[in-house]
Nanobody
């Protein structure tokens, strides 16, 4: 059963922008962390960014710092990934994942860095052409 719903992917050109959305199924997720991963054809899944819905603490992969911005709406709850200055190497299926950060304290983000999360969406395709 799909518990997260991604949307906002599409086909764009180099330098364009997209905004992805990740919607959680209910307010029970309002204290969770939501994160984004991406997987290009023939490649392993790569962590992109994550945010806690409670405090808004963020974490980014070095490859997207300065270009991507993750934000949240805790009331819905939803996470957004604003992607600017897109490059062909950003082409991938983007997946959203959720985790409860409270049991892990300061190290909550490691669950995302090492992909130790169990709640996923089915992905949205992002294609960037030159």
């Amino acid at each position: 059963q799909v518990q997260l719903q991604e949307s906002g992917g599409g086909s764009v050109q180099t330098g364009d922008s997209l905004r992805l959305s990740c919607a959680a199924p209910g307010r029970a997720f309002s204290h969770y962390a939501l994160g984004w991963f991406r997987q290009a054809p023939g490649r392993e899944s790569e962590f992109v960014a994550a945010i806690t819905l409670g405090f808004g603490t963020t974490r980014y992969a070095d490859s997207v710092k300065g270009r991507f911005t993750i934000s949240k709406d805790s009331s819905e709850p939803t996470a957004y990934l604003q992607m600017d200055s897109l490059k062909p190497e950003d082409t991938a299926v983007y997946y959203c994942a959720a985790d409860d950060p409270l049991p892990y304290g300061k190290n909550w983000y490691e669950r995302f860095l090492y992909e130790r999360v169990d709640i996923w969406g089915r992905g949205t395709q992002v294609t960037v052409s030159s």
